[in-house]
């Protein structure tokens, strides 16, 4: 009977560690983060980690005017770009920005994405560029220049227009 006792008192033991690892765990380091592939990150964005589950821009709500190029927009952060965010520190590798941008009839009309991926490109911030259709379909990926052009003028602000926010 005593041993069975300690032998149930082992067994509840190892669950019960198992359980709390499990729950402390964030979602990104269960799933691993995209390679620098269009196809990829997209399938990451919205299946793996899904975008709308993320932390809205602070401050910003859904559906805000927008200044030009873009219309009206909503800005997701995901747990490594919020955390940066937060502590205004450059963006750490993994993080991950998507704009939903609408037309003025509130329809979406594209989807961007900016994802710091480590070394990936030290000249301009180490940014992957991406922007799909709301289909999924891939418009531009990669060092897009049209995107590094413009953004550079917020280079100070890790390449960021939305708000500055880098100490
Ligand atoms: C002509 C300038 C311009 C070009 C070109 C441009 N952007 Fe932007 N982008 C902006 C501005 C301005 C904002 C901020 C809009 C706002 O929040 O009011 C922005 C916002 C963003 C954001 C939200 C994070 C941030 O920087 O504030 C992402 C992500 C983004 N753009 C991705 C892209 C991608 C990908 C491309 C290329 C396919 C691109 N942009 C091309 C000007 C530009």
Same mark, same amino acid.
Not at 9 to 12: A, G, P, S
């Given at each position: 009977m005593k041993r069975l006792m300690i032998i149930l008192?082992?067994?509840?033991a190892t669950? /019960?560690?198992a359980y709390a690892i499990h729950e402390t765990m964030p979602a990104e380091t269960? $799933?691993?983060l995209p390679g620098p592939h269009a196809s990829a990150i997209y399938k990451y964005i919205t299946a793996e980690d899904n975008y709308r589950d993320w932390t809205l821009w602070p401050g910003k709500g859904k559906k805000f005017q927008a200044r030009p190029p873009l219309e009206i927009a909503t800005t997701y952060l995901n747990e490594n770009a919020?955390?940066?965010l937060r502590v205004r520190e450059k963006m750490a590798n993994g993080s991950i920005i998507v704009t939903e941008n609408y037309d003025r009839n509130r329809n979406l009309k594209a989807i961007f994405v900016m994802y710091k991926i480590?070394?990936?490109n030290p000249k301009a911030g180490n940014w992957y560029?991406?922007?799909?259709?709301p289909d999924g379909r891939t418009k531009a990926a990669?060092? $897009? /220049?049209?995107?590094i052009d413009c953004h550079s003028k917020v280079k100070n602000n890790d390449y960021i227009f939305t708000e500055p926010f880098v100490k």
């Open positions: 008192t082992i067994i509840l669950f /019960s560690v269960t $799933v691993p919020y955390y940066s480590k070394g990936y560029w991406a922007q799909y259709d990669g060092r $897009v /220049s049209a995107c």
